[in-house]
């Protein structure tokens, strides 16, 4: 399967929009898209770390993403890892784990609730 990577700010704002689905080391976020491939993308804010570490945790998303999207993502979706504080200790193994879940249950259509947007009071 011919994976592609996201780089349009566009692409990752329709993402958002999509299916939400938290981790402890990280947030997926699946959404179908027009192109019929499937895509990935990876953010990581200035919050988790300095440079190094951030690039750190994005080569060990990318490493991550490029085994298991293959035979468990979705056809025809993105797939968008935002990395979380304890992202970069986490073994790999458990981040692996933690993927699988993840990916099985927005396959299923099992995501968390929606977030409200930013300043929006209840």
Same mark, same amino acid.
């Given at each position: 399967?011919?994976?592609?990577? #996201?780089?349009?700010?566009? =692409?990752?704002?329709? %993402?958002? &929009?999509?299916?939400?689905?938290? &981790? @402890? !080391?990280?947030?997926?976020?699946?959404?179908?898209?027009?192109?019929?491939?499937?895509?990935? !993308?990876? /953010?990581? /804010?200035?919050?988790?770390?300095n440079a190094v570490v951030r690039?750190?945790?994005?080569?060990?998303?990318?490493?991550?993403?490029?085994?298991? #999207?293959?035979?468990?993502?979705?056809? %025809?979706? =993105?797939?968008?890892?935002?990395? &979380? =504080?304890?992202?970069?200790?986490? =073994?790999?193994?458990?981040?692996?784990?933690?993927?699988?879940?993840?990916?099985?249950?927005?396959?299923?259509?099992?995501?968390? @609730? @929606?977030r409200r947007p930013r300043g929006?009071?209840?």
């Amino acid at each position: 399967m011919n994976l592609s990577v #996201l780089s349009r700010r566009a =692409d990752f704002l329709a %993402a958002n &929009r999509g299916l939400r689905v938290a &981790r @402890p !080391g990280f947030v997926l976020l699946v959404s179908p898209n027009d192109a019929g491939a499937m895509r990935f !993308g990876i /953010t990581v /804010t200035k919050k988790i770390g300095n440079a190094v570490v951030r690039n750190r945790m994005k080569r060990r998303f990318r490493a991550l993403l490029r085994e298991m #999207l293959p035979e468990a993502g979705l056809p %025809a979706h =993105d797939h968008v890892l935002i990395g &979380r =504080d304890g992202g970069v200790e986490r =073994d790999f193994a458990k981040l692996r784990e933690e993927l699988a879940m993840a990916l099985s249950r927005a396959a299923q259509g099992k995501g968390d @609730p @929606p977030r409200r947007p930013r300043g929006e009071r209840r």
